[in-house]
């Protein structure tokens, strides 16, 4: 069946330091593929997004590549600030996810 | 314009009390949605609408009933809520379904 798994929080990280987030999905199709986060106490806001096969999506120094032969979209980042301490969902999407259904999410925490 | 509205943004309610979400957009988005979210849990699918019709229907209680009166709003409305019911609403809206999803802030809902 269809599925995504993200690796599993809280991330715990020293500001600057680098940053990924795994994020791998089983489709039968080719689903476009999202990051959303979620900022302490707020809704859902899109990051990023990749709609084909070695597309790049990126947004706020944030970057992930659709990579078609691996089935994943991990999320990473060069220097992350404390202000990027969230939740950061990934969400396949598309003809063979039709349950629009998220993956688990991870925390990160960035500290000073 | 990027923008989803909710209200409330918080809303307290007895057992046997009768509410409503509003949720209203203006990006000429053709699909609606509602979604539930606990505490440090990823957001559930409720219900979809595309094009003012009902097309999803996660397995929904009945004391949740959702509404589509144009194209722009969405509601739900709620009646005989259990405490168990006690979340955080969230309201998307896409241009299509494949399209990135768009979230409101959230109505974060007690029943007591």
């Known amino acids: 069946g269809n599925s995504v798994t993200q690796m599993e929080g809280p991330v715990t990280l020293s500001e600057e330091a680098f940053l990924t987030i795994n994020c791998t999905y089983t489709a039968t199709g080719y689903p476009s593929l999202f990051w959303y986060v979620q900022y302490p106490g707020e809704g859902l806001q899109l990051l990023l997004k990749a709609t084909k096969a070695d597309d790049k999506g990126s947004n706020k120094g944030f970057e992930a590549t659709y990579r078609k032969e691996t089935t994943s979209f991990h999320l990473e980042k060069g220097s992350v600030q404390v202000s990027d301490s969230a939740v950061f969902l990934c969400a396949p999407k598309g003809d063979n996810f039709n349950k629009f259904y998220f993956g688990s999410g991870t925390k990160l925490n960035v500290k000073p | 314009d990027t923008e989803v509205t909710q209200t409330p943004k918080h809303l307290v309610m007895g057992m046997t009390n009768k509410k409503s979400l509003k949720c209203e957009q203006h990006?000429?988005?053709?699909?609606m949605y509602w979604y539930k979210q606990k505490a440090k849990k990823p957001p559930e699918l409720m219900f979809v609408y595309s094009y003012e019709k009902l097309s999803i229907n996660e397995s929904v209680p009945s004391r949740f009933s959702p509404e589509c009166p144009n194209s722009s709003l969405l509601n739900l409305h709620l009646h005989a809520l259990q405490p168990e019911d006690s979340a955080l609403y969230l309201c998307?809206?896409?241009?299509?379904?494949?399209?990135?999803?768009?979230f409101g802030p959230g109505t974060r809902l007690l029943v007591l």
């Open positions: 990006m000429g988005h053709r699909a």
């Open positions: 998307a809206s896409s241009q299509d379904f494949m399209g990135a999803q768009y």
